[in-house]
């Protein structure tokens, strides 16, 4: 069974650094096609995805907020990482960590969601 | 970017109605689609995937069709427990995206 869970800092103020972590079980990031994404929510509001990292190191970033991104992994203890530099309140949001997983070979769907990390940024 | 334009925005509809959910993208797809439900609460979880592919687990009244830039979601018979949110998601390309979501109601 594939489970995942966020953890987070809950509440944070303008300009911090919102550091994430995914942990999860069921699946290795060791393992030839397996990834995690990270995708944020804002109450009310639709899906955005951030970035994700691939078994093999490679990472993908949004573009629009490529240079605040940093996502990277422990493959040893199951977890992935994201960091967001220079928050504000516009990063209030549901953040979500998601197994990617190959359908085919050029296809990765996110098949098994975490049950998301609350995260508000004020000052 | 591939922008995905989801319609309708909200949905209301009769028990053991069948409804359909559209979404569009900007270009050519190729099938990369999936279709996520999220109930009140809750995070997203997988129904269909490349398209038209069910997802482990998910009841068969939920179908995906579609190619091109058109592709739509299908809820057979609905149930009351189908009452949630849904969206559809393109990994054709980076950066992935999704639809602004199907907000689906019983009458």
């Not at chain 1, 995914?22 to 009310?44: A, N």
């Not at chain 1, 970033?61 to 203890?77: E, F, G, M, Q």
């Not at chain 2, 992935?96 to 907000?103: A, E, P, Q, W």
Request: aromatic share 12%; hydrophobic share 30%.
């Amino acid at each position: 069974q594939v489970t995942l869970k966020e953890s987070g800092p809950g509440i944070l103020q303008p300009s911090q650094t919102l550091s994430l972590t995914c942990t999860f079980s069921g699946f290795s990031l060791s393992t030839y096609g397996m990834g995690v994404g990270w995708i944020r929510q804002p109450s009310g509001k639709g899906l955005e995805w951030l970035a994700n990292i691939w078994w093999d190191d490679d990472k993908y970033y949004n573009p629009s907020l490529k240079n605040r991104l940093t996502i990277s992994k422990d493959t040893s203890n199951n977890q992935a990482f994201l960091k967001i530099t220079n928050v504000d309140t516009a990063d209030t949001a549901t953040y979500y960590c998601a197994r990617m997983r190959a359908t085919t070979p050029y296809y990765y769907v996110m098949d098994a969601w975490g049950q998301g990390a609350s995260v508000t940024v004020s000052s | 970017d591939i922008q995905m334009t989801q319609s309708p925005a909200s949905l209301s509809a009769s028990l053991g109605e069948t409804v359909t959910i559209e979404c569009r993208a900007s270009e050519d797809i190729y099938n990369g689609l999936a279709w996520y439900q999220q109930k009140p609460g809750k995070s997203p979880q997988l129904l269909i995937y490349n398209a038209n592919s069910l997802h482990t687990g998910v009841p068969s009244r939920f179908s995906g069709s579609g190619s091109g830039t058109q592709y739509s979601l299908k809820i057979n018979s609905l149930q009351s427990e189908d009452v949630a949110s849904y969206f559809c998601q393109q990994y054709y390309n980076y950066p992935l995206t999704f639809g602004s979501g199907t907000k689906l109601e019983i009458k």
